[in-house]
């Protein structure tokens, strides 16, 4: 089970604001630029005010509101009529963009090795590659575990917390991005297996 197991029950919350969103005209696809152009506006003032900590508390609180809006641009799509080719393009591309600007200022912070923390964000992208690969090659878009989106950002944003607080990380945590490296790593094994099972049953029926 993965944090992405609870997205229902977090969807059932937001249902009535993006019936009031869809009412006023705005669009799934406004919605993910929007998402996408604060996370890089994050990122890059996290990299700008460096060594400078204190705007990582910011981390946490905008995970949690990017993960809203990424929920209400998919409901808006589902539930309002406004799927398109371009929005699942945008949803894709976009994610992985605002991962990258959110996850690598952490390289500048202690413990933190910077090769290591390129290595989690590569591996997020390839991750999240080998689940929307699935439609194309006739299976559904995986989103396995162990270290799924929403995972990615609890960790992270548990760091940021921290980080923005201003404690100081013991030098044992510099082992935590070898781990999430690993666990990406069988999070891309068990999306590409579990395709691959799916596909064979498809065409055994």
Known sequence: ??????????????RPLVAHLAARGVTANQVTILA???SVALGLA???TAPRR?????????????MALNAIDGMLARE???????????NELTDAVAD??????????????????????LL???????????PSLGAS?????????SDRAFVFGALGLAIGLGIDLPGWLGWVMPALALLLCATIARRVRSGLAEIAAAAKR
Do not use: N
């Open 1 to 14: 089970m993965t944090l992405y197991d609870l997205k229902p029950r977090f969807q059932a919350l937001l």
């Open 36 to 38: 996408a152009a604060l």
């Open 46 to 48: 996290l990299w700008l």
């Open 54 to 66: 204190g705007l990582f508390v910011l981390v946490p609180v905008w995970l949690f509101l990017r």
């Open 80 to 90: 309002h009529g406004q799927k398109s080719t371009l929005g699942a393009y945008l």
């Open 100 to 121: 990258a600007a959110l996850y690598l200022p952490f390289a500048l912070v202690a413990p933190f090795a910077p090769a290591a923390v390129v290595v989690v964000v």
């Open 124 to 134: 997020a992208v390839l991750s999240e590659f080998a689940g929307a690969l699935g």
């Open 141 to 149: 878009r995986r989103y396995d575990g162990p270290l799924g989106k």
